[in-house]
């Protein structure tokens, strides 16, 4: 394996100690102060030297909305049309981009010139769980170790993205043990359902008793959280520190759909995954980094031909209406926006839909300093394999993950002291960046 | 213990693709509550034959049944403390550990089959066609019959077809040999493993890995003790205690080894030893620098509540003691699933069908899904004596007594319960979630709502100061110190009331944290 600790160092009886006190470090939760966690990420090379340090696109993006189509898109019959056998029961559209989109694409298509389609993704697993996991981490599943979402990778490398809100946040799904081996407090924080917003927010007394028990808290409090000075506790100070400031913080308005006017909520669709990306763009607005939005339905083994046109609306309309709001408030070169699935379909449709199909897939990028109106790579005629070589889960990690700004094929060493990559090894496809 | 058991042995209620696997954790809870030794419950689980629906020990196992090797890296882990998983795909990086030294040990499993396909086959092709059966009864009748543990007749281990080093051929047969960590090792007797037949290699590795003589394994589950009962172990990570010499205290790690071995494995008399230690009982410190040098244990040190006490305290302080009469025993529902020993018949599936249908677990249409977990409410059936209490959404019953583990939103996930997916995924970190639960949560109303147990004992009660008294010790158990009742009494005196009060000392540090 390729590592950049040498072995040697390791088998030195004081580097190993030093490694598994830093270790110790990240497993005690010495260095889990709420949202300015420093500490893990001094420990290891400053962003700025990585590999990739210098490579187009370094760093453009800001902001990371991660779009997670569960159930596996047919690239077929969305964003890699073929004619002849493997043609599905939508008509090819063409887009002033001069790539072609399917009819289920209508507003996309009109954004076309602003996106950038991977139409080579490749990879081997077709089972749902285990596909979803590697393409939501860049890992393949294990046993033994749980991979962190990029989210926590970012928070690791460049500390917390907000004072008040969370840096990560995964919109209609739960969080997942997103935080991988780092601190439980890069977890993302689960919005099961936009319209909902944040859970628990308003105290349970009325505004007077309220601040009656706080006042009382405080006092009752004092002796025991400031007597011994454990790194622990007083994290736990922090947090409720926290969590006072964003009971009262104009951030809260972030969670808060109802101050969208009922126009632009229609633009983005009534449904949960369009009213998710209206909520993921007022969210990084706000200073969240890293938003997952989830959108369901997608496997189509018999229903292609009766559910595609509801399911690829919903998805369509929240997507092109995301990417218009982002370029008018001038925010889209400096948020990537991502389109995800676990799996693309098989090129044979056969009794109303397709089966899973990894060899090849297509995923979307947009924004953040990626071409716009870009198609990279191809997939053969049929659709069924890449023409080339092809882009892997990893690759496409490596890729959003430089496109944070953050080291890519530099080790870093797990709680359990193993040496991770983010991106597993994988190099950034920069030919994707302008 | 059940539940920090549960966690290093990921007791789960479904295994990774639904399959229930709720007579594990009855095993492991009946198992528990007789003190049964640890190296007798280790051994049980790694020579458990038979289905899981009839043997709960299986179990463990089985809970890699669909990847075999993880499963080795695992129990290595858990029961020995040694870290291979790298080793499983290359050479480890960082010790001494070759990919060979793996396999050689996996082989030893290498004659285990852990699902009964043909049994499947048998299914389908019996009843497969018989639309008087739901579909989703079929396959959960043929997933709780399908695994199980079974000695095949060869040892079919193979060196992986990309094997990459000079020590082995790809593709090649793998021959079972044992790990050591010394030279020395290999000379003890419980090297000598008398294996003769494939059918004997997993009954000789466990008896090597669970002797006295073992290296680890007495070493391993002390360390662990250590650390659940001290904050911090002996030698860290607790997964890892391959190199002994790495130990804050080497001494030590090697005092509670042999105290180990003299309690025999009795988790609870060692842990005796622990309580009445000089040690235990001392002043807690804070969490020490380990960057400025090992700890030496001169007490414990503060450490949070896991997620599980926080929740059971406060489930308490609700319900009060009778929540001990809630018990969730759901094992029975997969023994009644059970198929008779030989050929499939048509007649005996409809047979089981029926009498699942009779027991109320079909309820929902969905195969007795309810007993899986998926909702709160659905559980109820799985009680044993008492039913528990559900306020504002909340069943109230101790932890070991809900799923397994709760589901993700659920006051014990927030506060690190682990997902049981990994051994040792618990956590006390902290977050702002977990603030916002006991804040303004359904907890939080729980607990300071009039009804609740320890708030109506101190509404009871005629003076502040008694009342104060009385929260005091319900949620931090010592009297309040007078400048504290004082604190108390005028708030009390200005309109707080005892619910208000209960609020407040849940919300505190010293609450969720052990001085």
Redesign the interface.
């Known amino acids: 394996?390729s590592?950049n600790?040498p072995?040697d160092q390791?088998r030195d009886?004081l580097a190993?100690?030093?490694f598994?006190?830093r270790?110790?470090?990240v497993?005690?939760?010495?260095s889990?102060l709420?949202f300015f966690n420093q500490l893990a990420a001094a420990a290891d090379a400053a962003p700025g030297s990585a590999p990739n340090a210098g490579l187009p696109g370094f760093g453009k993006a800001k902001r990371v909305i991660f779009i997670q189509l569960a159930g596996g898109m047919s690239h077929i019959d969305t964003f890699d049309p073929k004619e002849g056998g493997s043609k599905g029961p939508g008509a090819t559209i063409s887009t002033k981009a001069g790539f072609q989109l399917t009819e289920y694409l209508p507003e996309t298509a009109k954004v076309a010139g602003r996106i950038a389609v991977i139409r080579n993704m490749t990879a081997k697993v077709g089972v749902h769980?285990s596909a979803s996991y590697l393409m939501r981490t860049g890992f393949e599943q294990?046993?033994?170790?749980?991979h962190p979402m990029l989210g926590a990778w970012a928070q690791h490398f460049l500390g917390a993205s907000s004072k008040t809100l969370?840096s990560t946040v995964c919109v209609g799904r739960?969080?997942?043990?997103g935080n991988g081996w780092f601190?439980?407090?890069y977890?993302p924080?689960?919005i099961?359902s936009p319209n909902d917003g944040l859970?628990?927010?308003?105290?349970?007394?009325d505004a007077d008793?309220q601040s009656?028990?706080l006042?009382?808290?405080a006092?009752?409090?004092g002796?025991?959280?400031g007597a011994?000075?454990?790194?622990?506790?007083k994290?736990?100070?922090e947090?409720?520190e926290?969590?006072f400031q964003?009971m009262k913080s104009k951030d809260l308005a972030a969670f808060d759909l109802a101050a969208e006017s009922a126009a632009t909520k229609a633009r983005f669709g009534t449904s949960k995954f369009g009213q998710g990306c209206l909520l993921a763009r007022r969210l990084v607005e706000h200073g969240v980094r890293f938003v997952e939005v989830s959108h369901g339905g997608w496997d189509m083994h018999a229903t292609l031909d009766t559910r595609m046109k509801d399911v690829g609306a919903e998805f369509d309309r929240g997507y092109a209406a995301l990417i218009q709001d982002l370029e008018a408030k001038g925010l889209l070169d400096s948020t990537l926006v991502v389109v995800a699935t676990e799996f693309g379909r098989k090129p044979d449709f056969s009794g109303g839909g397709r089966g899973h199909h990894p060899l090849v897939f297509s995923t979307v990028l947009a924004g953040g300093g990626v071409k716009r109106g870009y198609v990279h790579g191809a997939s053969d005629a049929k659709g069924y394999a890449p023409d080339g070589e092809g882009v892997s889960p990893g690759s496409l990690h490596a890729t959003i993950a430089h496109a944070a700004g953050l080291p890519v094929q530099t080790d870093i060493i797990t709680?359990?002291?193993?040496?991770m990559q983010v991106g597993n090894k994988a190099k950034p496809v920069t030919a994707l960046f302008a | 213990m059940f539940n920090w058991m549960a966690d290093l042995l990921r007791v789960k209620d479904t295994f990774?693709k639904g399959v229930p696997a709720f007579t594990f954790e009855d095993w492991l809870k009946a198992r528990l509550a007789a003190n049964a030794p640890w190296d007798k419950l280790v051994m049980e689980m790694l020579t458990a034959d038979g289905r899981l629906c009839d043997n709960g020990a299986a179990g463990f196992l089985l809970f890699?049944a669909e990847?075999p090797l993880?499963?080795v890296?695992?129990l290595l882990?858990t029961f020995l403390g040694t870290?291979m998983?790298?080793a499983?795909c290359?050479d480890h990086?960082?010790a001494e550990w070759k990919q060979r030294d793996f396999y050689q040990l996996a082989a030893f499993f290498g004659a285990t089959d852990q699902k009964d396909e043909s049994m499947l086959a048998q299914i389908r092709r019996t009843v497969g066609k018989d639309d008087s059966l739901p579909k989703a009864v079929v396959k959960r009748i043929g997933d709780v019959n399908a695994y199980r543990l079974e000695d095949t007749a060869a040892q079919k281990l193979t060196f992986p077809k990309d094997y990459k080093y000079k020590d082995a051929k790809p593709g090649s047969p793998v021959s079972p040999v044992l790990i050591t960590w010394d030279k020395a090792d290999a000379g003890l007797p419980i090297y000598q493993v008398g294996a003769k037949t494939p059918a004997q290699l997993r009954d000789g590795f466990a008896a090597w890995l669970t002797s006295p003589q073992n290296p680890r394994f007495a070493t391993n589950i002390a360390n662990r003790l250590w650390k659940k009962n001290l904050g911090?172990a002996v030698l860290?990570?607790v997964?890892?205690v391959d190199d002994l010499?790495?130990a804050f205290s080497p001494e030590l790690l090697a005092h509670l080894t042999t105290v180990m071995k003299s309690a025999r494995f009795d988790l609870r008399e060692f842990q005796r030893v622990i309580y009445n230690s000089r040690t235990y009982q001392a002043v807690?410190?804070?969490?020490p620098?380990?960057?400025k040098g090992p700890y030496l244990f001169s007490g414990p040190?503060?450490?949070?509540f896991t997620a599980e006490q926080a929740w059971d305290s406060l489930v308490v302080a609700s319900v009060g003691a009778s929540v001990d009469n809630v018990l969730l025993r759901r094992g029975d529902d997969m023994k009644l699933m059970a198929l008779p020993k030989g050929p499939i018949t048509a007649v005996a599936v409809h047979r089981v069908y029926d009498t699942i249908k009779e027991a109320g677990l079909l309820k929902g249409g969905n195969g007795g899904k309810k007993t899986a977990g998926g909702s709160m409410a659905g559980l109820a059936s799985g009680y044993d004596g008492e039913k528990p209490q559900t306020r504002n959404g909340l069943l109230l019953a101790r932890a070991s007594e809900l799923p397994q583990p709760s589901p993700?939103?659920h006051f014990l996930r927030v506060f690190?319960q682990g997902?049981r997916?990994?051994a040792d995924?618990a956590?006390?970190?902290?977050?702002?979630?977990?603030?916002?639960?006991m804040?303004?949560?359904a907890v939080?109303?729980t607990v300071?709502d009039a009804k609740a147990t320890a708030v109506a004992a101190a509404a009871g009660l005629s003076s502040r100061e008694a009342q104060v008294d009385s929260l005091y010790l319900s949620f931090l158990s010592r009297h309040p110190?007078p400048d504290?009742s004082a604190?108390?009494v005028k708030?009390m005196a200005?309109?707080?009331t005892p619910a208000?009060?209960a609020?407040?000392?849940a919300?505190?540090?010293?609450f969720?944290?052990l001085?």
């Open positions: 394996m590592r600790l072995s390791l009886p190993r100690r030093s598994i006190e270790c110790a470090k497993s005690f939760g010495l889990v709420p769980a294990r046993g033994t170790v749980q969370p739960p969080s997942n043990h601190p439980a407090a977890s924080l689960p099961l859970q628990n927010i308003k105290g349970l007394a008793t009656r028990r006042d009382l808290l006092q009752l409090n002796s025991f959280a011994p000075a454990d790194e622990n506790v994290a736990y100070n947090f409720y926290s969590t964003l709680p359990a002291g193993r040496p | 990774n890699d990847m993880d499963g890296s695992n882990t870290n998983a790298c499983q290359h990086p960082l911090l860290e990570p997964n890892d010499t790495q807690a410190n804070p969490t620098d380990l960057a040190i503060v450490r949070r993700e939103n690190g997902d997916l990994l995924s956590t006390s970190d902290g977050s702002v979630p977990q603030v916002l639960q804040m303004n949560g939080g109303r300071s110190r504290e604190k108390a708030a200005a309109g707080l208000d009060l609020w407040v000392l919300n505190t540090r010293e969720l944290f001085p």
